[in-house]
C-alpha cells in the first residue's frame, strides 16, 4: 500500500510540474492532478494490487475527457475525431503507467503474432501518408495516437490475464454507472452540468427535437456517442459471467442506451442480446421467481408506455416516416460526395486526420458557407479513411478489426473447441463496430479508437491462452 501510493503521488506531483512549465494554469495543473490522485489511490484500494490499479482505471477512465494541451496548433478544435494539438489526457498517463510496467515482457511475447505485419503495414501508410497530407501536423497526430494504440495493445497482449480482465470490466460497468448518473442529472437539468474540464459538451442533446428524444450524453459529448460507448461496455459485460454486480451493470447499460435514443444503437444492442442468447442457451426451466419477474417486466413496461404513449408515438412515426429515411439518404450523399473527393485526389491520399481539408480544398464555397456534409467528416468510416489512407489503408483497417472474428472463428468453430467465453466477446463486439462504421464516424475518436485496440490485444491474448 505504502510503495503504491508514493507511485500515484510521485506521478501526480510530476505532472502537476509539467502542466505547470507548459503554461497551464494553476487551478488546471491542481484538477488534474488532483482528480489523478484520487483515482488512483481509490483504485488501489479496491484492488490491492498495482497492476490492477492502472487496469481499473483503464477501463474506468475510457469515457474521461480530463486533458491539457503542451502544444497547441488548433486551439480546442477537433478534425475528423483525433485531435489536432499535443494534447495529453488522463487515459494517456494510465496508458503510459500500463506500457511502461509491461515493457519487460515485450521482447519475449511481442513478435510471435503473424499481426504484426499487418499492424506494420497499417502503421507505414499512417506514417507515409504525413507527405502527402494536406495538413502534416494533423496527419502527423493521428500517428501519434496510433503509436500509442499500438503499444497499449501490446501491453495488453503481455500482460493480461482472467483474473486482470474481470478487473478491466468491473472497471467499464462502474464507469458506465456514473455516465447513467451524470445522463440522469442532465436530462433533469435540462442542460449541461459545468463538467466540460471531464469532456462534457455545451449542447448535451440532440438539437432539432424534443422531450426524451433528445437523448442524454454524460461525458462522451453525444447521445450517439454514449450510445456506442455503452454498447461495447454492454458487450464485454453481457458474456462475463463471473462479474459480482453483472446483472446490474447489465441492466444499466440497457437503460442508457435507451434514453440516448440512438436507434443504429437500439438495433446494434438487441443483435448483441440475441447472440448471448443464442451462445448461452440451455433448457429453459419455469420458477415461480421467473413467472414473477416475467410479470413485473410486463407491469412496468405497459406502465411506462401509457405514460410516454404520446412521445413513443412520435418517435415511432419518425422512426419509420421521413426523418428515418431522410438520414439514411444524407448518410448515402455524403458518402457519395466522400468518394467524389477521393476520385479528385492528386496523391494516393490526402493524408490521415486529413477529410476536413481535403472536403475544404474540393468545395471551398460550400465549405465556407458551413454546410453539414462539408465541414463534417463522412458519417461512414470506411469511406472516411478511403479519402484518409487511400484503398489500401481503409482494407488493412477491415483486417484488423476482423481480427478478433477471425480467432473465434478459427478456435471455436474449425477446431472443435468449446466455446470461449472470451473469444466471442471480442468476436462480437468487432461485428458490432463493422455494422456501426457504416452510419458514422465515431470510430475514429478515442473512445472508439482506444476500446478497438483493447479488444484486439485482448483478443490476441486469450487466442495464445487457448493455443497454450
Not at 501510493?5 to 505547470?20: A, D, K, L, N
Not at 443483435?271 to 413485473?296: A, D, S
Not at 471551398?364 to 472516411?384: A, D, R
Not at 487511400?390 to 468449446?418: C, T
Request: hydrophobic content about 50%; charged content about 15%; some cysteine.
Amino acid at each position: 500500500m505504502k510503495k503504491a501510493s508514493i507511485y500515484y503521488i510521485s506521478y501526480s506531483v510530476f505532472i502537476f510540474c509539467f502542466m505547470i512549465l507548459c503554461n497551464n494554469k494553476l487551478s488546471k495543473a491542481v484538477v488534474f492532478s488532483g482528480i489523478f490522485l484520487l483515482l488512483g489511490l481509490g483504485s488501489f484500494y479496491i484492488n490491492k494490487n498495482y497492476l490492477k490499479s492502472l487496469i481499473f482505471l483503464l477501463g474506468f477512465c475510457l469515457p474521461i475527457n480530463l486533458s491539457f494541451y503542451y502544444l497547441n496548433y488548433y486551439p480546442d478544435r477537433n478534425i475528423a475525431g483525433a485531435l489536432v494539438g499535443w494534447k495529453f489526457t488522463l487515459l494517456d498517463l494510465i496508458i503510459f503507467l500500463i506500457i511502461i510496467y509491461s515493457f519487460r515482457n515485450f521482447t519475449s511475447k511481442i513478435f510471435r503474432k503473424k499481426i504484426n505485419i499487418l499492424i506494420l503495414v497499417y502503421l507505414l501508410i499512417n506514417i507515409f501518408s504525413v507527405n502527402v497530407a494536406l495538413d502534416k501536423y494533423a496527419a502527423l497526430f493521428e500517428v501519434v495516437r496510433l503509436l500509442k494504440c499500438i503499444l497499449l495493445m501490446y501491453a495488453i497482449i503481455t500482460t493480461f490475464n482472467s483474473e486482470l480482465y474481470d478487473v478491466f470490466v468491473d472497471a467499464i460497468g462502474k464507469t458506465i454507472i456514473v455516465q447513467f448518473i451524470l445522463g440522469i442529472l442532465q436530462i433533469i437539468k435540462g442542460g449541461n452540468l459545468g463538467l466540460s474540464f471531464l469532456g462534457e459538451s455545451q449542447r448535451v442533446f440532440r438539437d432539432g427535437v424534443t422531450g426524451l428524444e433528445k437523448g442524454m450524453s454524460g461525458t462522451l459529448g453525444h447521445p450517439g456517442t454514449m450510445a456506442i460507448f455503452t454498447l461495447f461496455c454492454l458487450t464485454m459485460l453481457i458474456f462475463n459471467t463471473r462479474l459480482k454486480n453483472r446483472k446490474l451493470y447489465i441492466l444499466i447499460s440497457i437503460i442508457t442506451i435507451i434514453l440516448t435514443f440512438a436507434r443504429t444503437s437500439i438495433i446494434l444492442m438487441c443483435f448483441i442480446i440475441i447472440i448471448y442468447k443464442i451462445t448461452t442457451r440451455k433448457k429453459f426451466t419455469l420458477t415461480y421467481k421467473k413467472l414473477i419477474i416475467v410479470y413485473l417486466i410486463a407491469a412496468i413496461s405497459l406502465v411506462g408506455a401509457l405514460i410516454l404513449k404520446d412521445q413513443i408515438g412520435d418517435i415511432v412515426n419518425r422512426f419509420i416516416a421521413s426523418d428515418f429515411s431522410n438520414q439514411v439518404d444524407g448518410r448515402g450523399e455524403h458518402s457519395q460526395l466522400a468518394i467524389q473527393i477521393y476520385n479528385n485526389r492528386e496523391s494516393w491520399s490526402y493524408g490521415a486526420n486529413n477529410y476536413i481539408f481535403a472536403s475544404q480544398k474540393n468545395f471551398p464555397n460550400h465549405y465556407s458557407l458551413q454546410h453539414f456534409k462539408y465541414i463534417f467528416p463522412v458519417h461512414n468510416l470506411y469511406c472516411l479513411y478511403l479519402v484518409e489512407l487511400g484503398v489500401w489503408g481503409m482494407i488493412i483497417y477491415i483486417a484488423l478489426i476482423s481480427i478478433p472474428i477471425i480467432n473465434w472463428f478459427i478456435f471455436d468453430i474449425l477446431k472443435g473447441k468449446k466455446t470461449n467465453k472470451y473469444l466471442i466477446t471480442f468476436a462480437v463486439w468487432s461485428i458490432v463496430i463493422m455494422i456501426y462504421n457504416f452510419t458514422g464516424w465515431s470510430g475514429a475518436k478515442d473512445i472508439l479508437v482506444y476500446p478497438m485496440w483493447i479488444v484486439l490485444g485482448l483478443s490476441e491474448c486469450f487466442s495464445n491462452k487457448v493455443i497454450n
